[in-house]
């Protein structure tokens, strides 16, 4: 098993599709593309699971909770606005990076369809 996965942004596999849970919509009905390029056991004391891959939303608006996770997310296409309940509103798009660490819950706006890699501990 190589240790080295280059990341592909544009896989050529069918992805999982699913939409937004109807109790977080806020506008619209956001549907969503994962494509999971790898999952590896954490080897770090804390996480059991590190999951890579892109994902794809359409435009709309929901309710995100992160619960126990941490993601890091880098925007390939695409914008979105992400605020943080009690925070600040922050705007991302191509070649942005950011932290979703575990505890967040805020919304997510999708204003144009969004393309990013993630990184989730679990």
């Not at 939409?19 to 999971?36: D, F, L, M, S, V």
């Not at 699971?49 to 880098?74: D, P, Y």
């Not at 600040?88 to 942005?96: I, L, Q, R, V, W």
């Not at 997510?108 to 679990?122: D, G, N, Q, Y």
Request: include cysteine.
């Amino acid at each position: 098993m190589t240790k080295l996965l280059p990341i592909d942004t544009a896989p050529d596999f069918a992805p999982r599709e699913n939409e937004a849970p109807e109790e977080r919509r806020i506008e619209g009905n956001p549907q969503y593309k994962t494509w999971e390029l790898d999952a590896a056991m954490a080897e770090a004391a804390k996480w059991g699971k590190i999951r890579t891959g892109i994902w794809e939303a359409t435009t709309g608006k929901t309710v995100s909770i992160k619960g126990e996770t941490f993601e890091f997310c880098h925007i390939l296409s695409g914008r979105v606005e992400i605020g943080e309940d009690g925070g600040e509103t922050h705007a991302f798009g191509p070649g942005d990076s950011f932290i979703l660490k575990p505890g967040f819950v805020g919304t997510w706006k999708t204003l144009e369809t969004v393309r990013k890699i993630f990184i989730i501990a679990s």
